[in-house]
């Protein structure tokens, strides 16, 4: 589970890549503790684009605390997903660069989860084999 922004890096089609940000958005229940929502937001990341990221709040009367996405330029969307379906919001990301976020996203694995599993292959059947081609279709985690 992503309960931290993570930076990373996904290929665009044209073989270079795109640095991001990715931001889960984090449910406080009851008893204190963090629980998923599902919710992803893209921003670009200033190691890769053209683009920096904001580190401090607009100069601005009032409370400037949050700027909005769509007033964001490193905002490049957000993505919903479900134990079996996805869908993406945003209009900068190829399809190529959503699939590769979403298996990203679905795959991650913190360093307390890589320190818990007892060996490398824990996770991976012993008889799959790489996919030629992107597993996953708009809407679908299968």
Same mark, same amino acid.
């Given at each position: 589970m992503i309960i931290n922004? *993570?930076?990373?890096? *996904?290929?665009? @089609?044209?073989?270079? +890549?795109r640095y991001v940000i990715i931001e889960p958005a984090l449910h406080k229940g009851n +008893?204190?503790?963090l629980y998923p929502t599902g919710l992803f937001k893209i921003y670009k990341d200033a190691f890769g684009d053209e683009t920096h990221l904001f580190t %401090?709040? @607009? %100069?601005?009367?009032?409370?400037? +605390?949050?700027? @909005? +996405?769509d007033q964001n330029p490193d905002y490049l969307?957000?993505?919903q997903l479900s134990a079996t379906e996805w869908k993406f919001e945003g209009s900068i990301l190829s399809y190529h660069e959503q699939v590769a976020l979403v298996e990203f996203i679905t795959n991650y694995k913190s360093p307390v989860d890589q320190q818990q599993k007892q060996t490398p292959f824990d996770d991976f059947p012993e008889n799959a084999n790489p996919? %030629?081609?992107?597993p996953l279709n708009p809407g679908s985690l299968s």
């Open positions: 922004p *993570i930076q990373t890096h *996904i290929p665009r @089609a044209d073989g270079g +890549d +008893d204190g503790m %401090e709040p @607009a %100069e601005m009367k009032g409370n400037s +605390d949050n700027l @909005a +996405d969307g957000k993505f996919p %030629e081609e992107f």
